[in-house]
Structure formats: C-alpha cells, structure tokens
C-alpha cells in the first residue's frame, strides 16, 4: 500500500546535503474507483455522489475587457452578442461546441448554469417568466392574462358606438384652444 521513496536536494554551493523520506501511496493497488474523463474518482467508504443531471442552458455575461483581446475572442463575444455594455447577458444551450467556445473565452465571461424549478414554459406561452440573476428560470401562473378580459377588450373595440382616439383627440384639442367656449 506504501512506498518508501527518498528525496535530495543538494545546495549549489555543496555545503550541505540533505535528505528527507516521504511515504507515498501506491495508487494502483486502489481499487473501487470511478472513472471520468481525464481522471479516476475514489470514493471513501459509504461516501455516494449526489444524482445531477446538466442543465440544458446557461446564461453567459461578459465581465472583462472586450477591447485588447485577440480577434478570434472578439469574434466568439460578438456572436454571442456580448460586445456592447457589459451587463448584457446571453442564453446559450449547454453543447460541447459551445461548451468549446465558451473555454477559449472563460476568463472574459461569467457562466451561470440556468435552473428551471418550475418547468420550461410551453411553446409560445412565456406570459409571466422570469430570469433571476442567479440563474433561476421562474414561471409566474399569476401572471397569467385573464381570458374573459381579453375577449372583452376584442369586442369593446369591434363596436361602433364608441368613442374613437381620433374623436377624442379632436375634442381635446378644441378645448384647449377655445378654453371658454362650449363647445365639447
């Protein structure tokens, strides 16, 4: 399980040599471990990694310099769309060739991976929806629009009696010019 390895350093001048023993784990005899790209993971003894899936988006804002970088870090800023203000943000799906994009400007940007605790909205229904600037995706139900209002709206202004903008402007406008006529 242990190896004795022995260590020295010798000064330049030669004055003094010295010596000193380490004991270092041989890690081949380790068994159990989890392999991930690039590396292997041991566990200890009843230690379990918690389930995590990834998140489909993350949410990426510039917060260096644009200026004074190379043009192919410009170039990945600008089609992300964050070569103006720097609190400008940009959503951007969670792929490896974005993922690779992303790593050649990491030290210009601040990634946020997005959380969705209340579901992705359906298609075309993003009435009440939020982006917190920690990253949190909320759907607000009482945001809602109400129908019945909405369809009273539709036929208050299909009717014919009513008062148009037009009418109303032009009787706002001859009571200011004639401020003491009767006329409204």
């Not at 010596?19 to 991930?36: E, F, H, N, P, Q």
């Not at 004074?68 to 769309?81: A, C, E, F, R, V």
């Not at 203000?85 to 210009?108: C, Y």
């Not at 949190?136 to 139900?141: A, D």
Request: hydrophobic share 35%; glycine share 6%; aromatic share 12%.
């Amino acid at each position: 399980m242990f190896s004795l390895v022995k260590h020295s350093a010798n000064n330049l001048n030669k004055w003094c040599v010295c010596t000193k023993t380490m004991a270092v784990r041989d890690l081949k005899s380790w068994t159990g471990g989890i392999k991930y790209p690039g590396f292997t993971y041991y566990p200890r003894e009843g230690e379990v990694d918690p389930p995590y899936t990834a998140t489909k988006l993350f949410m990426v804002q510039r917060v260096k310099r644009y200026l004074y970088n190379p043009y192919w870090q410009k170039k990945i800023l600008t089609d992300m769309g964050l070569d103006h203000k720097g609190s400008d943000i940009a959503i951007v799906k969670n792929t490896p060739e974005m993922n690779a994009r992303l790593w050649q400007v990491k030290h210009l940007i601040k990634i946020t991976p997005i959380q969705t605790p209340d579901g992705l909205p359906e298609k075309g229904d993003y009435w009440g929806t939020h982006l917190d600037t920690e990253g949190v995706f909320r759907i607000s139900k009482k945001f809602l629009p109400d129908t019945k209002r909405l369809e009273a709206t539709e036929d208050f202004e299909k009717l014919a009696k009513r008062v148009d903008k037009d009418t109303v402007e032009q009787n706002c406008r001859n009571k200011w010019l004639n401020p003491w006529s009767t006329i409204v």
